[in-house]
């Protein structure tokens, strides 16, 4: 056999063994997921969560979601524009998977800012301002108490609804829970209890419609 | 003449054989961190600085074959296989935990390193450097 040939076969060998192992791993994988997610359906939703859009749609989406997290931010409108395109069929459920530092510290305010009607607007204004309070290296949560001064809001009422014990124990809880699933990264999506098979606005979109098929 | 162009030597398949090694533990450790989603932890990352570039290398050393390949990359693999018989000693507990340098971040000595509940990695990358070190010092000038 000439050298460039046993070269050229070996490349295409290891490409084409690469890829197979690839794929069967991935596919068992998302299978096991998709098995852990089914076991695990209680963990999806609780009473505390927050939701948004048509209670009676019948496409949820669970988010396990951080307010400081560049991806979640980026997924926030895109989530939006989803349940605007298909209006009432989808609802949304926010869980919390406050991974960064200080990340507790601003899901408190936005559960505080709940309790005052406003989550979503201070959810929106978060991630809108998350360069300024959330640099990975020196997070500052604290920054976004001059965030929401500027845009008058009752700062007094969050700052002290924020101390209400029960909004670590809805921490403790979405972070129980997304352990239960696998939630290991944020945001990490559930679309009617299934898994996305793997990251990206395509394959969450695909879920999403296939649900909305399969149900409408 | 052409009798000799086509002929394969004995160096031209020991630096092959080598790269083939390097190749396949590069492929290797890279299903490890980009299909099963293993965080590589320090003493990996250093494994792996020194294996890649042992791909490319070799590679084309074999086209036409360079002998003087071994000169370069004989200490890349030595300096590797330093990194893993370091590894090596500290995942199978000869050199105690509070001493190793990766306590923080990825640990380099839990139980994630076995594949298949029986095989370490560092184990794998040990046996990869220790054969591409005899392949090129086999190799004749």
């Known amino acids: 056999m000439k050298k460039n040939n046993l070269v050229i076969m070996a490349v295409v060998l290891l490409v084409a063994a690469f890829a197979s192992a690839a794929f069967l791993y991935t596919s068992q994988q998302n299978k096991s997921q998709e098995n852990h997610a089914k076991d695990n359906a209680d963990a999806l939703i609780k009473p505390h969560s927050f939701r948004m859009g048509n209670p009676a749609a019948k496409v949820t989406i669970v988010e396990f979601m951080d307010p400081a997290c560049e991806t979640c931010k980026h997924f926030h409108p895109f989530v939006k524009e989803l349940m605007r395109k298909n209006a009432g069929k989808i609802n949304l459920v926010i869980r919390y998977a406050p991974f960064h530092k200080g990340s507790d510290y601003m899901v408190k305010m936005l559960e505080a800012a709940r309790k005052q009607h406003k989550f979503r607007q201070v959810l929106d204004l978060m991630f809108e301002t998350q360069s300024v309070w959330a640099s990975h290296h020196n997070p500052r949560p604290e920054a976004f108490w001059d965030i929401l001064e500027h845009k008058s809001y009752d700062i007094a009422r969050i700052k002290k609804d924020m101390q209400n014990p029960a909004l670590q124990k809805i921490i403790d809880q979405d972070l129980a829970d997304g352990a239960r699933l696998g939630a290991t990264k944020t945001p990490t999506f559930f679309v009617n209890g299934k898994p996305m098979p793997s990251f990206g606005y395509d394959q969450l979109r695909e879920l999403v419609n296939d649900e909305i098929a399969a149900n409408y | ?141």
């Open chain 2, 1 to 141: 003449m052409n009798h000799k162009t086509q002929a394969i030597d004995t160096n031209w398949l020991l630096i092959f054989s080598c790269w083939l090694i390097a190749t396949i533990s590069t492929l290797g450790s890279l299903f490890f961190s980009e299909v099963m989603e293993l965080v590589p932890c320090i003493l990996c990352w250093y494994q792996r600085i020194f294996m890649f570039p042992l791909v490319i290398i070799l590679l084309v050393a074999l086209f036409p074959l360079d002998k003087n390949v071994v000169r370069y990359a004989l200490p890349i693999t030595a300096i590797g296989l330093l990194f893993t018989v370091y590894h090596c000693l500290l995942f199978f507990g000869f050199i105690p935990e509070n001493l190793q340098p990766c306590s923080q971040g990825v640990s380099c000595a839990d139980d994630s390193m076995v594949l298949f509940g029986f095989l370490p990695i560092p184990l794998l990358s040990l046996v990869s450097y220790m054969i591409m070190i005899t392949l090129l010092l086999k190799t004749r000038k």
